[in-house]
């Protein structure tokens, strides 16, 4: 499996659902850099499980432990690893359904390709529970990112019909991106965030599920990072937002909804701000030709609805051959995305710390 990504900064994420622990490896980071492990564990708790009636019942309280990489706090340039406990695992929901794939998991293609061997408790290294790794190793990142003066931030931006405002493309700043991410529920309105959990409980009461989307916002990130064509910020933003589970969809600035617009309203004019180069507005979302302008960054990652549902549904019995149904017990996420908002700012920050690392200090 490969589980790894970036090029100066790279990462690896390791374990299963119900293995003894997850983990990441990050290698490449610049020495010299004060890791302020209680902001980590701020960070890891916005995505950690069973904080609130719309998550999962699973309740890890997913405390890093750092095996390598730091010197009294400070990275000192071998690779820094950590691990994270799985504690609350219940194992034997998965018994009844081992030759049977859920519907929309990873279930029947991994089966086919590792051969029956995979690991199926709670999803094995498919599972939501690898994004604790992603987020511990975006929680460094984020700190070596402001440093630099660069502030990463996201917020729910909808679930179902449910709409938050979006954040103001041109103008957001750092501090609004810290506020939104202060909140249990990451919206910045808050009679839509009333709206949103209503989507959550109408689903959850059903038994069933419901997805959305998660928009990301980087502030501070310098004009001219990127490389054109294949190896740019759009390019290494999608390509490792669309490694987060069940993540189906990324646009950058106005996105899709671009395709439906005149050039005279999507260009986005320049003006010169105490010297700097500005956009009125910024519908290019901080990237044109896969080059940062130095606006604000803006990407949208779509979730679909979580796999793990309670309702009877088709499937078949991969050891008798015949098709069959499942119903899905155990515990989980009625919406993946509240929780996966850290997720998207972790990997985002990650990316970004790649593209401006050298491959030294
Ligand atoms: C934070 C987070 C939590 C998740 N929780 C669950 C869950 O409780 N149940 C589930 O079936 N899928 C959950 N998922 C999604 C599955 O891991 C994912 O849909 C599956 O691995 C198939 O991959 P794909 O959807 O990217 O194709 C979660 C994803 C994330 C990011």
């Known amino acids: ?32 850099e004060t890791i302020d492990s209680q902001k980590v564990q701020e960070f890891m708790n916005r995505r950690a499980p069973g904080k609130s009636e719309y998550t999962t019942r699973r309740n890890e309280p997913d405390e890093p ?10 990275t000192c340039g071998a690779p820094l690893c950590a691990i994270i406990e799985n504690k609350d695992v219940r194992s034997k929901d998965y018994d009844k359904i081992r030759n049977i794939p859920r519907p929309s998991h990873s279930d029947y293609p991994a089966y086919i390709k590792y051969k029956g ?15 604790a790794p992603l987020c511990f190793a975006g929680a460094v990142c984020k700190q ?20 938050d405002e979006p954040f103001g493309p041109a103008h957001i700043s750092a501090e609004e991106l810290a506020a939104v991410g ?53 390019n290494r933003l999608a390509s490792a937002i669309f ?13 899709f909804a671009a395709a439906k617009m005149r050039g005279s309203e999507n260009n986005d004019p320049y003006y010169f701000e ?13 990237i044109i030709g896969e080059i940062s302008t ?25 050891a008798e051959k015949v098709n069959s149904t499942i119903t899905i017990t155990g515990r989980h996420d009625p919406c993946i995305v509240p929780r996966a908002v850290p997720v998207v700012e972790a990997v985002t920050a990650i990316v970004l710390l790649d593209l401006l690392t050298n491959g030294g200090n």
């Open 1 to 32: 499996m490969s589980s790894e990504f970036g090029q100066h900064i790279k990462v690896t994420v390791f374990g299963q659902s119900h293995s003894d622990a997850v983990g990441a490896v990050i290698d490449g980071l610049p020495a010299g």
């Open 65 to 74: 432990v750092v095996l390598s990489g730091l010197l009294d706090g400070v």
């Open 117 to 131: 061997f995979t690991d199926v408790r709670g999803g094995g290294h498919f599972s939501g529970r690898l994004t």
């Open 144 to 163: 070596i990112l402001e440093r630099r003066g660069v502030f990463v931030g996201a917020h729910i931006a909808s679930i179902g019909a449910a709409e």
């Open 182 to 234: 202060k909140k249990e529920f990451p919206a910045v309105s808050e009679s839509s965030a009333v709206l949103m959990k209503k989507e959550i409980a109408a689903a959850a009461e059903k038994k069933d599920s419901v997805g959305g989307i998660v928009e990301c916002c980087a502030v501070g990130l310098p004009a001219g990072i990127g490389e054109p064509m294949f190896d740019g910020l759009e």
């Open 243 to 255: 490694g987060i589970p069940a993540v189906k969809g990324v646009e950058f600035g106005s996105g």
């Open 274 to 286: 105490d010297g700097k180069v500005k956009t009125l507005t910024n519908n290019h979302g901080g």
């Open 294 to 318: 130095g606006m604000p960054l803006i990407l949208r990652a779509a979730f679909k609805p979580t796999p793990s549902i309670g309702i009877e549904q088709n499937s078949v019995d991969l």
